[in-house]
């Protein structure tokens, strides 16, 4: 069977799926779903036929269900011609994906912390007593009613928290409000709580995620910045892990992005990769690559 206009040529659907890199049945669904009409189908057979001019549009869909892209977004993609709609669009998806990943990245780090011993699965009210002297003194209150036990429970909770919110999507502005009360009161919390010079870092290293995330380049630079002084500092010091540095420049070339100083960004990042060579376990090595992957360029 022949077109006349065009290509002249109307291609099958297993034919045309092949060339545009989606299956039959998915071709099928999107029939279904409105999405992409074939341009004939035999009233006999039921047959679907597709024209070569419909590759464009099909290759696309393809292109963009690979990126995870929803059905109902690619519709609305392929049906506006204003550039600026499809950008704003795409980074709706963006935002989703960045929150997704903020969630596997925290779940990849309780998960090595358990498997490595570090924290324990099940706790109890006596976990960590000790016997003795030591056990039985009394702890050091501040001025807020808080030792330095509680301070770290508290950095702890606010720190998972501002990463809960990170996962979120679709924040509210009361949450956007809520996220960066609470990474800045979990720096507080933890800076009274007994830790290292590392912790300290780490805490850094989280609000300037959050800027980051939020689009605030001059905060997220000003946190970043510190964060890489007192990770440097916790190597000096001898209480750094041997991904705390590399995080820091992860976390200096992502704010710097975010700040429109794009030349700055791309030396620090090559300086991050540069410094994955020295972090020996590969899980650690891989979030730090998959957040330099996801940083903006």
């Not at 189908?41 to 039921?46: I, W």
């Not at 963006?94 to 990943?101: F, I, K, N, P």
């Not at 702890?156 to 960066?180: F, G, H, I």
């Not at 892990?241 to 820091?248: E, G």
Request: with cysteine.
């Amino acid at each position: 069977m022949t077109r006349t206009a065009q290509s002249g040529e109307f291609l099958s659907i297993g034919r045309f799926g092949r060339l545009a890199g989606l299956s039959i049945g998915a071709l099928r669904h999107y029939d279904e779903l409105g999405l992409l009409h074939p341009v004939q189908v035999d009233p006999e057979t039921g047959y679907r036929r597709y024209a070569r001019e419909q590759l464009e549009a099909a290759r696309a869909i393809a292109r963009l269900r690979d990126l995870e892209v929803p059905l109902e977004e690619i519709r609305e993609l392929l049906g506006t011609d204003d550039p600026d709609e499809r950008r704003r669009r795409l980074a709706v998806h963006r935002s989703r994906l960045e929150a997704r990943l903020n969630r596997l990245i925290r779940v990849l780090h309780v998960i090595r912390q358990l498997s490595e011993g570090r924290e324990p699965l099940m706790t109890s009210d006596t976990a960590g007593a000790t016997a003795g002297a030591e056990a039985a003194a009394p702890p050091t209150i501040d001025a807020l009613g808080l030792d330095a036990d509680a301070h770290r429970a508290l950095g702890k909770a606010l720190y998972n928290q501002v990463w809960t919110l990170l996962e979120s999507a679709n924040r509210t502005p009361e949450q956007v409000d809520e996220m960066l009360y609470a990474c800045h009161a979990s720096a507080y919390h933890w800076s009274k709580g007994g830790g290292t010079v590392a912790n300290r870092a780490r805490s850094e290293w989280q609000i300037a995620r959050v800027y980051s995330t939020l689009g605030r380049g001059e905060p997220a630079l000003w946190h970043a910045r510190r964060c890489l002084e007192l990770a440097e500092g916790a190597v000096a010091a001898g209480v750094a892990d041997d991904w705390d540095v590399p995080a820091a420049l992860e976390g200096l070339a992502r704010a710097q992005a975010v700040a429109g100083d794009h030349a700055a960004a791309a030396i620090t990042r090559a300086r991050a990769r540069d410094s994955l060579a020295g972090i020996g376990d590969p899980e650690d090595r891989e979030l730090i690559e998959q957040d330099l992957a996801s940083a903006p360029v």
